[in-house]
């Protein structure tokens, strides 16, 4: 295998950087990760790379991960002190941390990369590092809350749940800890005061992976500090002292100082506390944190512009803050620039702006056009000729390289390589080619860690709050108060509380949890609190089970009737579609290869696909499109794919024509951008069959366009078309294959109902190294709004400025333009036409403009690759969905994305607008759409699939209960008589419910409730227990009852015990005639007297029963006597 250190050791500029010969020049971003990788692989020291800004920093850190692994670090904060005041990445304050534990930590040498800012910001000193890191080892004498104020005092956050670094949780005995370097969180498990044991956990599963003897805990903040707080303190009084004579808000800030001091001392670090870190006393720096760097500068001019313009914005934005009394007047925040470097005097290398006299690289670019995989076969047997050509492509490409090299007999002149380069170079004999030049197509591969996205689906119950509707299936809406635990006759039980008119109370068993449901229904609808014992609410509920019969009729009929058509039965794959397949430059995700398998099956039946596949967007519905399309071309039939908008279809038409390139399949478009002429072409080679796929909008409906053999027809989100092109999609419905495309999600319970009715997929799996939206909420303000788009725009990007009123929409455009007068807006509003508003987007898709001011016109569909700043003002006003669905036309790159909700700070936010806000904060990982899918965007997508009357029947009920009683319509009407349960008859009087200590949130308490009563078995109940014992600790003794109880239950329900009877002194264990006689009834009394002297036997009407004392902890021996018979039986049979 070569090695490409090996491959560029000779290289002028690699010798400079070893030899530290000064008089380097600039070199292009590919270049200059090359030439640092093989300098630091020929001679391994500490290098520190300063780039001139945060963006060029992320670029060469993403160019040199795939050569340097775990060997290159990036260090780096926001380049405004007003941006991380107000609207700080908490990935990037997570990162930073990473980066000083692992070079504290990981004694060995380091490519840094850093920029300006980074480079002169304070941190606490290494000494003060080192020692807020926590070190635990199994049986250590600490006691918990020991162990919580140490965490506190380094900066971590607690949380009921740990599923974020930087965080901790408690429940029982266990402490849950995500401390930045490692990959998992890890859970430390008490027996008293004494560690008992230490493992990382899954933060999906939150169960464990491994067991470790110790572990270390880094610091969460850069606030953490050694000495007594009351020296930190006085500094920062003394400064109030000299500033609050010069403000007219003195009292103002007075109260903005003692919070920000409150917070400090109590260890509560938000982000905009950073300023006071001039005020701890051991400031230090991140050169302090590295031994012995080299350093290798951008530009000397560009670094100084930049340190000053740092310091002149800091400076403006704590005066601006200090006159509005919002600030102390002056902050130290970075240390100075040429003090830095003098006290460290390290060797520093500058690179020269020009070309002129400085020592340059020999590593060029390489120029290869993007050619079919044929032609590209001879251009790569030219370039062999005078060459060396290395490939360095991922296994799928290499195989499909590989067979091709051999078939143009290349395969002995070319030499393969991992796949580490973005993109191909050439060097001395050697031209080395990659993705980008064969496929059009660069790698990924940031080191973009699990830790800071995994996303996950909320438990049912997780986001059930206290002063939340619910529903329950007898008494209807009310208002819940919270879980209680009542003592009655010596027996406590858990209870949740619920309100309802007339301030009265319902208390409901915890394990009657299935009659209690969250009420979901649309933003905005008022919900009415029902009357306990009223009439009103069986007439409501008797309505809608008229509707969702009368639904379950239509779904029936129209499934029937479908069942009646006859279509076209495509062939299975063959080895063209299984290339075509390998070609995708991603890899699948689960669900995209469960959609495309269901899609496949679909088409290879004899009647008419008819399948609706849902996704988030950008989750990856193009490509099962695509592959459904190429089965169809390649089953020699046509395909026509309509979009909902012009510029949607153009869009389509560029994906499809890069993703089908070099298959010989002829792909055109029909929309109004394109000319009579060539349209009247179009029109007659699809009637000729020479147009494999036909992509356009409802112009693709039209009478003129007749398709020789038309197969297949893909709908992108059918809502949005009229009623017109609705009927003729239907029309077509009937004899060929359909396949729609929604991003609205579609309620899982509606999916199950809707098995074998109508064909749904769902795709719920984020695609890999995609970056979540960091989202913020912040007040509106000009001087942030500026700064943000400024570093968009800086960073080659474009910015959407939602301004939702027509009125004063071209106002706040004229004002950007005067303060960004470089920047091109344009502004795009409903009351335009349509042409108007597509010519718009369709120049800010080509680049044309940088700022996109808007309406709520971006809501859906468009993708703008470049696009990664919204700007949502006046967020307050939007519906949950909408900021969603908006908030998604960014972050459709490998770019990190931003997304700020702006509302008016002098007005007073509504508690509904302020959850929802907060809400769509918290929901920044990935695949959110689908941790809010039981709120308004499902109730949405309901009613695009059953009709609107459905939505507003759902908004009476709620969704859960007008769900399930749609499924239970259906399985009536189709015959299917419900399963008996499998359990036995509850049991009442058990001690068992679930203290505060051991679960002190809610929805923990309601969610073990769920899953104890979901279990089925005894295998299941102890794999859950065991699960539980993992996550919690040990047991106590009333959760222990409840898992008792619930095994009691599930042996009742076998045919061997036919009744337990519980009376107030004793309870009746009745077995069954047939089992009765099974037993060896003399060995199981021996046992019986074994386990308890006052347990009594009697044998009448052919049935054992047992009378079983109930004292403390009854449940257990009932279960002790089950198994006991159990095991007579067994005995029984063996003699």
Not at 79 to 94: D, G
Not at 141 to 162: C, F, N, P, T
Not at 686 to 695: A, F, Q, T
Not at 911 to 933: C, D, H, P
Request: net charge neutral; proline share 3%.
């Amino acid at each position: 295998m070569i090695e490409f250190w090996n491959l560029l050791k000779d290289d002028a500029a690699v010798k400079a950087v070893n030899d530290r010969i000064k008089g380097l020049s600039s070199l292009a971003p590919n270049t200059e990760a090359l030439v640092i990788a093989t300098a630091f692989r020929q001679q391994p020291r500490n290098l520190v790379i300063v780039k001139n800004n945060l963006y060029t920093a992320q670029q060469l850190f993403r160019k040199l991960t795939p050569l340097l692994q775990e060997d290159v670090l990036i260090f780096n904060v926001e380049e405004s002190l007003r941006v991380e005041a107000i609207a700080s990445t908490p990935t990037m304050y997570a990162r930073q941390m990473e980066t000083l534990a692992d070079i504290v930590l990981n004694n060995k040498p380091r490519v840094i990369i850093t920029h300006p800012t980074a480079l002169v910001r304070y941190l606490p000193s290494v000494e003060t590092f080192r020692r807020h890191i926590i070190e635990l080892r199994n049986d250590q004498v600490i006691r918990m809350d020991q162990l919580k104020k140490l965490l506190i005092e380094s900066g971590y956050r607690q949380a009921s749940r740990v599923d974020q670094p930087l965080t901790f949780s408690m429940r029982g005995d266990v402490v849950d800890v995500f401390t930045i370097q490692e990959n998992y969180p890890v859970r430390i498990e008490f027996f008293d005061d004494v560690i008992d044991s230490i493992r990382f956990f899954d933060m999906s599963s939150q169960r464990t992976i491994q067991p470790v003897k110790q572990i270390r805990i880094v610091p969460a903040s850069t606030l953490i500090y050694d000495e007594d707080f009351e020296p930190v303190k006085q500094r920062i009084m003394k400064q109030f002292d000299r500033d609050k004579g010069k403000t007219d808000f003195s009292i103002e800030l007075q109260g903005e100082v003692e919070r920000d001091i409150s917070y400090l001392e109590n260890h509560l670090f938000e982000h905009y506390l950073y300023r006071y870190r001039c005020f701890f006393g051991d400031n230090a720096g991140i050169l302090d944190y590295i031994d012995d760097p080299d350093i290798v500068l951008s530009t000397e001019e560009e670094i100084e512009t930049n340190v000053r313009r740092t310091l002149n914005e800091t400076s403006e934005y704590i005066t601006e803050m200090f006159r509005a009394g919002r600030s102390l007047a002056y902050f130290s925040v970075y240390d100075d620039y040429h003090r830095l470097m003098a006290r460290h005097n390290p060797y520093v290398m500058t690179l020269y702006p020009d070309f002129d006299h400085a020592i340059t690289s020999s590593i060029s670019q390489v120029f290869f056009p993007q050619l079919p995989l044929d032609k590209a076969m001879i251009q790569i047997g030219k370039l062999a000729e005078n060459k060396k050509v290395i490939l360095a492509l991922g296994r799928t490409n290499r195989r499909l390289l590989e067979e091709e090299l051999k078939k143009n007999r290349l395969d002995d002149k070319i030499e393969f390589m991992d796949e580490i380069f973005e993109e191909g170079f050439s060097y001395q004999e050697y031209t080395v080619l990659t993705a980008k030049e064969l496929f059009g197509t660069v790698i990924k591969k940031g080191r973009y860690s699990r830790k800071f996205r995994e996303a996950e689906r909320l438990d049912d119950y997780q986001d059930l709050n206290e002063g939340d509707y619910v529903v329950h299936n007898h008494y209807g809406i009310g208002i819940y108060q919270g879980i209680v635990t009542r003592e009655i006759r010596g027996n406590h039980r858990d209870y949740l509380r619920i309100l309802y008119k007339n301030d009265d109370e319902l208390l409901v068993p915890l394990e009657q949890f299935r009659l209690v449901r969250k009420f979901v229904g649309s933003e905005g609808v008022g919900i009415r609190v029902s009357k306990l014992g009223g009439e009103t609410w069986k007439k409501t509920r008797e309505k809608v089970e008229k509707d969702v019969n009368d639904i379950a009729a239509r779904l029936l009929q129209l499934y029937a009737d479908r069942e009646q058509n006859i279509g076209y039965a495509f062939l299975p794959d063959d080895d063209q579609m299984r290339e075509f397949e390998a070609n995708f430059e991603y890899e699948l995700t689960d669900d995209q290869k469960r959609a495309i398998a269901e899609v496949k099956r679909d088409m290879e039946k004899p009647k008419p696909m008819d399948r609706l596949l849902c996704g988030d967007v950008g989750f990856g519905k193009t490509e099962v499109a695509m592959i459904a399309a190429f089965k169809a071309v390649s089953n020699l039939k046509q395909v026509a794919y309509l979009c909902p908008t012009t510029i949607l279809s153009r869009q389509h038409y560029n994906t499809f024509k890069e993703r089908f390139k070099g298959f010989g399949v002829n792909i055109e478009i029909i929309n109004r951008f394109v000319m009579e002429s060539e349209q009247k072409r179009i029109i007659k080679e699809v009637k000729e069959g020479k147009v494999d796929i036909l992509i356009g909008t409802h112009r693709l409906l039209s009478k003129d366009i007749e398709f020789k053999d038309l197969g297949l027809l893909i709908v992108d989100e059918e809502q949005r078309f009229g009623v017109e092109a609705k009927g003729k999609i239907k029309e077509l419905k009937r004899t060929i294959d359909v396949l729609s495309l929604s991003a609205t999600p579609i309620p899982r319970t509606l999916q199950l109902s809707l098995i074998g009715i109508m064909s749904l997929s769902q795709l719920d799996t984020p695609p890999l190294n995609r970056m979540p939206i960091q989202t913020y909420v912040v007040e509106k303000n000009q001087g942030f709004i500026k700064e943000v788009i400024q570093r968009e725009l800086a960073r080659g990007g474009q910015v959407f400025y939602l301004h939702n009123n027509v009125s004063t929409i071209y106002q706040v455009a004229a004002k950007l333009e005067i303060e960004l007068p470089e920047a091109r807006i344009a502004v795009a509003h409903g009351k335009m036409n349509r042409e108007e508003i597509e010519d718009v987007m369709y120049r800010f898709v080509m680049g044309d403009y940088d700022i996109l001011v808007c309406t709520t016109i971006i809501e859906t569909g468009i993708d703008i690759s470049n696009a990664n700043t919204v700007i949502i003002d006046k967020a307050d006003n939007f519906g949950l969905s909408q900021l969603y669905q908006i908030r998604g036309r960014v972050g459709r790159s490998d770019r990190i994305a931003y997304a700020y909700l702006m509302y008016d700070g002098r007005k007073q936010l509504s508690e509904v607008a302020s959850k929802r806000l907060q809400s769509i904060k918290e929901f920044t990982e990935l695949g959110s759409g689908y941790k809010i899918a039981m709120r308004d965007l499902t109730i949405r997508g309901a009613g695009d699939l059953l009709g609107e009357k459905q939505a507003g029947f759902i908004n009476t009920v709620g969704m859960d209960l007008y769900l399930d009683m749609l499924q239970e319509a259906i399985e009536q009407q189709k015959g299917i008589v419900k399963k008996k349960e499998e359990t036995g008859p509850k049991i009442g009087n058990v001690d068992g419910y679930i203290p505060e200590r051991f679960a002190p949130e809610d929805y923990e308490k309601i969610t073990l409730y769920q899953r104890i009563d979901k279990m089925k078995t005894r295998k299941e109940l102890n794999a859950l227990l065991e699960e539980i014992n993992d996550r919690y600790g040990r047991l106590p003794n009333s959760v222990r009852l409840l898992f008792e109880k619930k095994r009691a239950e599930i042996m009742l329900g076998s045919r061997k015990f036919e009744a337990l009877e519980e009376l107030e002194k004793e309870c009746r264990l009745i077995l069954s005639p047939r089992f009765s006689q099974k037993v060896d009834g003399v060995r199981l009394f021996e046992k019986v007297m074994e386990l308890s002297a006052g347990i009594r036997l009697r044998y009448t009407k052919n049935r054992i029963t047992f009378l079983i004392p109930k004292r403390k902890n009854w449940i257990v021996t009932v279960n002790e006597v089950m198994n006991i018979a159990e095991k007579a039986e067994r005995q029984k049979n063996e003699a």
